[in-house]
């Protein structure tokens, strides 16, 4: 690389790291940026996923205040999130880079409606569960968010983009919880994707390690900078934030 393309991929990790912790889709900017260094797509999206673990580590770690009583619920979507990563890793390498092009877009239009309508969704859901004292919300979602969160995270350990946004829509519906306690949860299952991910990534896959050392470098301050932004936010206004990150997103994966 010359040092404009190190520079570069720097400072792409470093907003990815960002905005990862706030919201997700931070590899929509690392991506393009490996690309117009001139790594291979399939290497690309290796390296790229290998470098942000730091960054989702960093920003878990910020917001382990928000962590603090939620350890079985990280325990149990952990499992799912691992099950799920390994899947989507192993399907990087076998399927065409072009496979998830055309539902990707749809799946993350789906999760910003869930997004915007979750305080509607959440606030019916308990209407139902004054009326009926006998359905209770299970603690970590029950075996519905285990299998979305799953699936999710096939998706995740293949490509990884805006995956941050559907996870919180998926925790928003399925849990009784704050919206930063549950940005918080995400965290920490971004870094269990990354890190299954990245170990079968390792030994399968070809790396470029100096594009992995700028991101890891870069997403770890970045981290640290959204965990102090995001934990700031509103409800109202992270909803927002997720909104806008999440149609860019959109219009980004449409134009590829």
């Not at 393009?32 to 790594?39: E, F, S, Y």
């Not at 995270?153 to 995956?163: D, E, K, W």
């Not at 306690?181 to 965290?187: D, F, G, P, Q, W």
Request: charged share 10%; net charge positive; hydrophobic share 55%.
């Amino acid at each position: 690389m010359s040092i404009w393309e190190v520079l570069a991929v720097f400072a792409a990790g470093t907003a990815a790291g960002t905005i990862n912790t706030i919201v997700g889709s931070g590899t929509l900017i690392t991506f393009p940026v490996l690309l117009a260094a001139g790594l291979p797509p399939v290497t690309a999206t290796v390296s790229n996923a290998i470098g942000l673990i730091p960054g989702s580590i960093s920003g878990a770690i910020g917001y382990r205040e928000e962590l603090t009583g939620q350890r079985r619920r990280v325990l149990r979507l952990g499992l799912a999130s691992l099950i799920g990563g390994l899947g989507g890793a192993m399907l990087l390498l076998l399927l065409p880079s072009t496979a998830f092009e055309t539902i990707v877009p749809a799946l993350v239009a789906l999760a910003l409606v869930l997004v915007i309508l979750q305080p509607r969704i959440s606030a019916a859901v308990q209407r139902r569960r004054e009326r009926d004292t006998t359905a209770q919300p299970h603690p970590d979602g029950g075996p519905l968010l285990f299998v979305a969160l799953m699936l999710a995270s096939v998706y995740g350990g293949y490509f990884t983009a805006a995956q941050g946004v559907i996870y919180l829509s998926l925790l928003g519906i399925l849990l009784d919880d704050t919206l930063q306690r549950l940005n918080a949860v995400k965290n920490a299952l971004a870094a269990v994707v990354n890190s299954v991910a990245a170990m079968f990534f390792v030994f399968a896959a070809d790396i470029d390690w100096t594009a992995v050392l700028l991101i890891a470098i870069g997403s770890t301050i970045g981290g640290q900078i959204g965990a102090k932004v995001g934990r700031k936010l509103s409800p109202v206004m992270l909803r927002t934030v997720i909104v806008i990150v999440g149609t860019a997103a959109i219009v980004q994966l449409l134009l590829r």
